[in-house]
């Protein structure tokens, strides 16, 4: 029997990191960022059996173009994806110092003197990847967990599972321009995610959602 597997993806820190590998003269285009996640998930744990894929990502506020292309994407690996289950966490929008009139705003553009101020976070992904994992873990519903991040915040759970179950493998997979030194020390193995496997895991431009509507790339990533 091939041994099971299931797939962690940190959304953020992937799509930053695809974000760091386009333009110029670099190897990818915009069109990296309408990945099929579950597609991604087959081609690096390769002959293995795919039990899951859990996608982690927060719903971006504060500019309405961000928010419908992300919205367009999680829709797509939705209905596109069979096997995965998308765990959102949240995402907000820091009070802060205005750089122009030194007001306190949450805002991104500045209500008294309009100044674009954007120190948006991230809460709860990392808890929620954490924590299905070691819920997994626990259930004995995998044999290798792959997890696709950078982020060092997930090297305690990594250690919790392989002290807890140590006939159990945890592999790290980097997005492009993300590394750390912590996780690649944790993991039982590690690797990057080249270009020619993000290339060869990307969604049609058309997705058709069970009503039959279609949805379709964001025009700034068709390129």
């Known amino acids: 029997m091939p041994e099971r597997a299931i797939v962690y993806v940190d959304g953020f820190n992937l799509y930053f990191g695809l974000r760091g590998s386009t333009g110029g003269n670099k190897k990818q285009t915009k069109r990296c960022y309408w990945l099929d996640i579950q597609k991604l998930a087959e081609n690096i744990i390769q002959k293995r059996e795919l039990v899951a894929v859990k996608y982690f990502t927060a719903r971006i506020k504060g500019d309405p173009r961000k928010e419908s292309r992300q919205n367009a994407f999680l829709d797509a690996i939705r209905f596109h994806c069979g096997k995965l289950r998308i765990f959102e966490g949240r995402y907000l929008l ?3 110092f205005c750089r122009g009139c030194h007001g306190i705003s949450n805002k991104i553009v500045c209500p008294k003197c309009q100044t674009i101020n954007y120190l948006p976070e991230e809460k709860k992904s990392d808890v929620n990847v954490a924590s299905q994992m070691l819920k997994d873990a626990y259930e004995n519903l995998f044999d ?4 696709i991040s950078g982020d060092s915040d997930l090297v ?18 980097f997005p492009p321009n993300r590394f750390s030194r912590e ?8 690797f990057f995610l080249k270009p020619a496997i993000i290339n060869n895991s990307l969604l049609p ?3 058709q959602r069970h009503d039959g ?5 964001p025009s700034e990533w068709d390129v």
């Open 213 to 217: 509507k279609k949805i379709i790339i």
């Open 144 to 147: 290798v967990a792959y997890l």
């Open 94 to 96: 820091r009070e802060i």
């Open 205 to 207: 431009r058309e997705v």
């Open 183 to 190: 996780l690649k020390d944790i993991a039982n193995s590690h």
């Open 156 to 173: 305690p759970p990594i250690e919790i599972v392989r002290a807890m179950t140590p006939s159990k493998r945890v592999v790290v997979f």
